[in-house]
């Protein structure tokens, strides 16, 4: 089995005492356009173990990474959802951090709502993406990657998107309906927007979504469903970075990778992991 980091930890550093635990979904069944997904955590753990142990001006492993198992993805959706949300209860039970690596996008619905009910307090969830992933059963599948946004919403989960591209009118009504923070891709990347200050009443917790399909199709080609005019990897990363001062982050997703062939964009998959390891 492929380790997070596995060539620069130590014994003591990929213990369960570890502060993260990596659960990768190796997630494939609703994808509408480009395929590959399953691929993806095993492409995002081979490539992290080029990584360097300081990230920026942190150490993330430092603290520890557990790699546990991949995911049993067999069997209907709202099964493996079950699976995975038994599997992020109980790493936020044991006072970790899940990490969760896709997989398609729909997989935040399980990994959320395992973290929602260890918690038993609001969280919020902070999401780069193409999309806004608000749609109602998308091609007759309440679980779509396309939809897995608008199941969290109606549990009451806030969310605060940044980077969408791609939207539909049914979308835009969800974004009122459910008082969705938003700050659209256009706005970002013309304006050069590094940072964003998140609603005052926006909850204290609060767990990452990050689709790589969120960067622009130049720095990340590797995914199901590019979309012209996205965000920088910096940009994408500060922006987060902005996002979670104040508050404390208590998960996270990184999703949509479909591995094509060229290391680079699984290193930068991996990369973009082991920074948001380093913001929390």
């Given at each position: 089995?492929?380790?997070?980091?596995?060539?620069?930890?130590?014994?003591?550093?990929?213990?369960?005492?570890?502060?993260?635990?990596?659960?990768?979904?190796?997630?494939?069944?609703?994808?509408?356009?480009?395929?590959?997904?399953?691929?993806?955590?095993?492409?995002?753990?081979?490539?992290?173990?080029?990584l360097e142990r300081i990230c920026g001006t942190a150490e993330p492993c430092a603290d520890g990474i557990f790699?546990?198992?991949?995911?049993?993805?067999?069997?209907?959706?709202?099964?493996?959802?079950?699976?995975?949300?038994?599997?992020?209860?109980?790493?936020?039970?044991?006072?970790?951090?899940?990490?969760?690596?896709?997989?398609?996008?729909?997989?935040?619905?399980?990994?959320?709502?395992?973290?929602?009910?260890?918690?038993?307090?609001?969280?919020?969830?902070?999401?780069?993406?193409?999309?806004?992933?608000?749609?109602?059963a998308y091609q007759d599948e309440k679980h779509s990657h396309a939809s897995v946004m608008h199941l969290l919403?109606?549990?009451?989960?806030?969310?605060?998107?940044?980077?969408?591209?791609?939207?539909?009118?049914?979308?835009?009504?969800?974004?009122?309906?459910?008082?969705?923070?938003?700050?659209?891709?256009?706005?970002?990347?013309?304006?050069?927007?590094?940072?964003?200050?998140?609603?005052?009443?926006?909850?204290?917790?609060?767990?990452?979504?990050?689709?790589?399909?969120?960067?622009?199709?130049?720095?990340?080609?590797?995914?199901?469903?590019?979309?012209?005019?996205?965000?920088?990897?910096?940009?994408?990363?500060?922006?987060?970075?902005?996002?979670?001062?104040?508050?404390?982050?208590?998960?996270?997703?990184?999703?949509?990778?479909?591995?094509?062939?060229?290391?680079?964009?699984?290193?930068?998959?991996?990369?973009?992991?082991?920074?948001?390891?380093?913001?929390?």
């Amino acid at each position: 089995m492929s380790i997070f980091l596995d060539s620069e930890l130590t014994a003591d550093e990929r213990t369960e005492a570890a502060r993260f635990w990596v659960i990768p979904v190796p997630l494939e069944r609703t994808v509408s356009y480009g395929a590959g997904t399953a691929k993806g955590p095993g492409a995002i753990l081979d490539a992290s173990d080029e990584l360097e142990r300081i990230c920026g001006t942190a150490e993330p492993c430092a603290d520890g990474i557990f790699t546990e198992p991949a995911l049993d993805c067999e069997g209907p959706l709202p099964e493996v959802m079950a699976r995975l949300a038994l599997r992020t209860e109980r790493a936020v039970r044991a006072g970790k951090i899940p990490v969760t690596l896709g997989g398609e996008h729909s997989l935040s619905y399980g990994a959320v709502m395992g973290v929602a009910r260890a918690l038993g307090q609001p969280i919020g969830i902070v999401q780069v993406d193409a999309h806004a992933d608000l749609r109602v059963a998308y091609q007759d599948e309440k679980h779509s990657h396309a939809s897995v946004m608008h199941l969290l919403a109606e549990e009451g989960v806030r969310l605060a998107q940044f980077g969408v591209r791609a939207l539909c009118a049914q979308e835009a009504e969800s974004r009122v309906q459910n008082r969705v923070f938003h700050v659209d891709a256009e706005a970002l990347v013309t304006g050069n927007i590094q940072s964003v200050d998140l609603p005052d009443d926006f909850p204290e917790l609060v767990y990452v979504s990050f689709d790589v399909d969120g960067l622009d199709p130049s720095q990340m080609p590797a995914t199901g469903t590019p979309v012209p005019g996205g965000l920088g990897y910096y940009q994408a990363l500060h922006l987060v970075e902005h996002a979670l001062k104040g508050r404390r982050c208590v998960g996270f997703d990184v999703v949509e990778l479909a591995p094509d062939g060229n290391a680079a964009w699984d290193f930068t998959a991996a990369q973009i992991v082991y920074r948001l390891m380093a913001a929390c």
